[in-house]
């Protein structure tokens, strides 16, 4: 069974920084394309980054040049650096891949930056 862990959400000041982690177990992590979404209050949910199994990286506009999304495939693990955070970062944060043609989602971790 697949699944897909976050970690690393908190609280911080704006210009400030955090690393968002994402433990996938029960598949092959290697070759599955991972991505990161957020949802803020009252909006839909968004593509933040995204990172294939070849390492090639896309990235919403908003989020250019602050946010970086790297794998390390030898821990199963995700990862989304985020730097000069800004208050319309706060949000949810999900890690996704489909595997096989099924979605997993992870359960998500809370992103809160303070003006």
């Known amino acids: 069974q697949v699944q897909l862990v976050e970690s690393g959400g908190g609280l911080v000041q704006a210009g400030g920084s955090l690393r968002l982690s994402c433990a996938a177990s029960?598949?092959?992590?290697?070759?599955?394309?991972m991505d990161w979404y957020r949802q803020a209050p009252g909006k839909q949910r968004e593509l933040v980054a995204r990172?294939?199994?070849?390492?090639?990286?896309t990235y919403a506009d908003s989020v250019k040049g602050r946010f970086t999304i790297s794998r390390d495939n030898a821990k199963n693990t995700a990862y989304l650096q985020m730097n000069s955070l800004k208050p319309e970062d706060t949000a949810v944060y999900y890690c996704?891949?489909?595997?096989?043609?099924?979605?997993?989602w992870g359960q998500g971790t809370q992103v809160t930056v303070s003006s």
């Open positions: 990172i294939t199994s070849g390492g090639s990286t």
């Open positions: 996704r891949s489909v595997i096989t043609l099924r979605v997993y």
């Open positions: 029960g598949s092959i992590f290697s070759r599955n394309t």
